[in-house]
């Protein structure tokens, strides 16, 4: 049951009765939505500060549903009662005004021993201001106030208590949030509900205890933290998105909230006790991979190849290791544990993007131009490798000085195991000195390149788009069994379509024959192979148009497809 729009006190009263009679999950979405999220950003815009939680005074404008819950959560968080001031529309909550016969029980509990006051009063010397009132009743004065650095939450709806504008021009030291989404900073909590639900469901929670809720405050503020998916920042026109004071919660449209916050209800959830799913049934990441397939194939996949990564982590050299994307990736691969990486290029560019970019990461970073010794051992593999193709010892030791040969020839010397560029060089300039220096599979001698792509939710693969121009048959047959190998290990029983200008001989002549010959030789090398062709790129992806040949060897669209040339 997720109670909305109930006035205080009567919703303490009935959520708690609810709480009490029922053994399913109940919340009321104002009291505790709020308290959740803009909890998360009092952690982290604590941290942007430097002040420890301990020691802030909050002030809160409004005594309310949202406001009380809001101050208790604050407490759990780490805030001292007596550091908490709550303003009703009639002054701040205090111990001769509870005597007096004008606070209810819940309003009470944060009466402080104190002289009577107003909001202006209040917010002197405040650390935090928490805006759970109307509009406009902030003014810049009350700001100017306020102590160095304050946080100031105006969430006020439609009109905060104070515009983020009109911060600024007294404090330029603020930090500011609302609930709006035309400034940064929205506290909605659309962050919340949602995904407290979903774990508390998944695990059949008997209900939502205040360890899920704290749990979820602190899944919202540690994702803040981490590098913000290229998807995301284009969802809100390209944004450059990172920790600090214009981001201290994630957007509202961000799909990993969905991993990061209802993974953690749900572990809070099993932890305590309040779960019918057993702690020994219960397996976080098995679930943190259950929600990301629920986003879609292609998290899906992702979730399934890091798994498999980060079993048997992989020393990973980045040629472009000076490229913001590059860097961003490289974060990315760090705190998701998916490999070593090794970054080449200049220390000092390289620390100067990570410092724009706001990232914290160590990793092995190497600078081409001051590593004689391994320059020098792999000019002399490299002579050895190409020198009766024309290549002298000079031309070797000038060509390491490039990121792009240095590379995968720490590949070839086994100081990495796998080489990603491309970035910011075109794709010849990358893929020849791969050949010149690691070469193809031994087992097959053949390179192949290869697309993946989700369509309509299922994965195609398609080979060879970017290396071989004009295969043979041989070739053609190689090209099929290595893409379809590479499908199988993504758990796809390849379907596999030899494509081609004609249906089955429509237009009989030599390079659909040099196809034909390819399926025989493909059948030969994997005899469980399911291939079919020559045949149009429509027949082999629509099913009615499949209808008119019956002898097809497989049914529905296939997901491997294989270009007669490039």
């Known amino acids: ?100 016969g004008e606070l209810n029980q819940y309003k009470a509990e944060f009466a402080l021993d104190m002289e009577d006051g107003d909001l202006a009063s209040a917010m002197e010397g405040a650390d935090v201001f928490l805006g759970l009132s109307k509009g406009g009743i902030v003014s810049g004065e009350m700001v100017s106030k306020m102590a160095e650095r304050p946080l100031i939450f105006a969430l006020a709806n439609p009109d905060p208590e104070i515009s983020p504008d009109d911060v600024y021009a007294v404090r330029e030291d603020a930090i500011v949030a609302t609930g709006r989404s035309d400034y940064p900073n929205q506290i909605n909590n659309v962050l919340g509900f949602p995904y407290i639900f979903r774990g508390a469901l998944d695990v059949r929670s008997k209900e939502i205890t205040e360890g899920m809720k704290m749990a979820a405050t602190h899944a919202i503020a540690e994702l803040a933290k981490q590098p913000v998916p290229d998807d995301v920042a284009a969802a809100y026109g390209g944004e450059q998105l990172q920790f600090g004071p214009e981001y201290l919660i994630p957007k509202p449209f961000d799909a990993r909230v969905l991993i990061w916050e209802a993974s953690a209800v749900a572990e809070a959830a099993v932890n305590e006790g ?36 980060r079993k048997d982590k992989k020393r990973i050299v980045f040629s472009e290791g000076e490229d913001p994307t590059i860097i961003k990736a490289v974060s990315q691969c760090i705190s998701e544990g998916i490999c070593e990486p090794i970054l080449l290029g200049q220390l000092e560019r390289i620390e100067a993007v990570k410092e724009e970019m706001g990232l914290n990461f160590e990793c092995e ?135 081609s200008f004609s249906n089955f001989g429509t ?51 296939a997901n491997v497809l294989i270009c007669p040339n490039l």
């Open 1 to 100: 049951i997720n109670l909305e729009d109930i006035k205080a006190p009567e919703c303490f009263e009935i959520e708690q009765r609810l709480v009490a009679e029922l053994d399913i999950p109940v919340m009321h979405d104002d009291q505790h939505g709020t308290a959740i999220i803009s909890g998360a950003a009092l952690l982290n815009g604590l941290e942007v500060v430097e002040k420890k939680i301990g020691s802030v005074k909050v002030v809160v404008s409004g005594a309310g549903a949202s406001a009380i819950s809001c101050a208790h959560h604050y407490v759990r968080l780490g805030v001292k009662p007596a550091n908490i001031v709550l303003v009703d529309s009639k002054g701040i909550l205090t111990k001769s005004r509870d005597q007096a």
């Open 365 to 499: 970073t190497i600078d081409v131009r001051y590593d004689p010794r391994r320059r020098t051992t792999y000019a002399d593999e490299l002579h050895n490798l190409r020198g009766r193709k024309g290549l002298t010892q000079e031309d070797a030791v000038r060509l390491l000085k490039s990121p792009t040969y240095f590379a995968p020839m720490m590949v070839r010397m086994g100081d990495a195991d796998g080489y990603l560029g491309g970035v910011s060089h075109h794709y010849p300039d990358i893929v020849k000195p791969c050949l010149h220096t690691i070469g193809p599979d031994p087992d097959s001698h053949r390179i192949v390149g290869m697309y993946m792509m989700t369509v309509n939710g299922q994965l195609m693969f398609i080979g060879d788009a970017t290396i071989n121009i004009y295969p043979d048959s041989r070739t053609l047959a190689e090209i099929a069994v290595q893409t379809a190998k590479v499908a199988r290990r993504f758990g796809v029983k390849p379907k596999v379509a030899m494509l």
């Open 507 to 557: 237009s009989p002549e030599l390079r659909t024959d040099r196809i034909e010959e390819a399926i025989s030789i493909a059948r030969e090398l994997d005899p469980d192979l399911i291939i079919d062709g020559p045949m149009q790129a429509d027949t082999a992806l629509v099913p009615d148009i499949q209808e008119e040949y019956p002898f097809m060897a497989f049914e529905g669209a």
């Open 274 to 309: 309040v779960a019918r799913v057993s702690a020994d049934e219960f397996d976080v990441e098995r679930y943190r991979e259950e929600l990301e397939s629920r986003l879609g194939l292609t998290r899906s996949i992702m979730r399934r190849v890091i798994n498999i990564a």
